[in-house]
């Protein structure tokens, strides 16, 4: 009977991650964290949980996934305005990654190393309109990630909402 108590408890504590990587450069927070998935690097956890990671290989910095999903357009500000799960690492300048950067992302194991890949997120790349004689083509849609497929969509700006993870360079 005892062991029937325990059991929710050791799982309810191991949900959360313990706040590692608060202070300090790149490197001395990924030392401080210590954890490493493949080409992920651990780069801080939040006092909420939030986790941002490095990409080894792009150097790209990959944000936690935003608790609140957006049309496009809402997802754009999400990452310019202070985003407070990326708080611990706010000198840097967070943007909607490119379809590209999550097809990238994904050739080194972003599925398995990032939490929370179950999602279709927003990207910053347009989808374009056939070019005509008379006018120039013109964004039709914006390309959505779906983080459980590991593949590209076409996403409504308007009409759909997603998930937002945001990038930076260092």
Not at 13 to 40: H, M, N, W, Y
Not at 109 to 126: D, F, I, Q
Not at 135 to 142: D, E, L, Q, Y
Request: charged share 30%.
């Amino acid at each position: 009977m005892r062991a029937f108590y325990l059991i929710p408890f050791l799982f309810i504590s191991s949900a959360f991650a313990k706040p590692c990587g608060l202070e300090g450069t790149i490197e001395e927070r990924i030392k401080d964290c210590a954890q490493v998935k493949g080409t992920f690097a651990l780069i801080a956890v939040s006092e909420k949980g939030a986790e941002i990671y490095r990409d080894m290989k792009s150097k790209l910095i990959w944000g936690n996934r935003v608790a609140t999903d957006f049309n496009q357009y809402g997802s754009q500000k999400a990452c310019s305005v202070e985003v407070s799960e990326y708080q611990t690492l706010n000198t840097l300048k967070w943007r909607l990654p490119s379809i590209r950067e999550f097809e990238e992302a994904a050739a080194h194991g972003m599925k398995s190393a990032l939490p929370n890949m179950e999602h279709s997120y927003w990207s910053s790349t347009p989808v374009l309109s056939r070019k005509t004689k008379r006018r120039r083509a013109r964004a039709v849609g914006v390309y959505v990630w779906d983080g459980f497929e590991e593949k590209s969509d076409v996403g409504d700006n308007l009409k759909d909402a997603a998930s937002v993870r945001c990038v930076a360079r260092e």
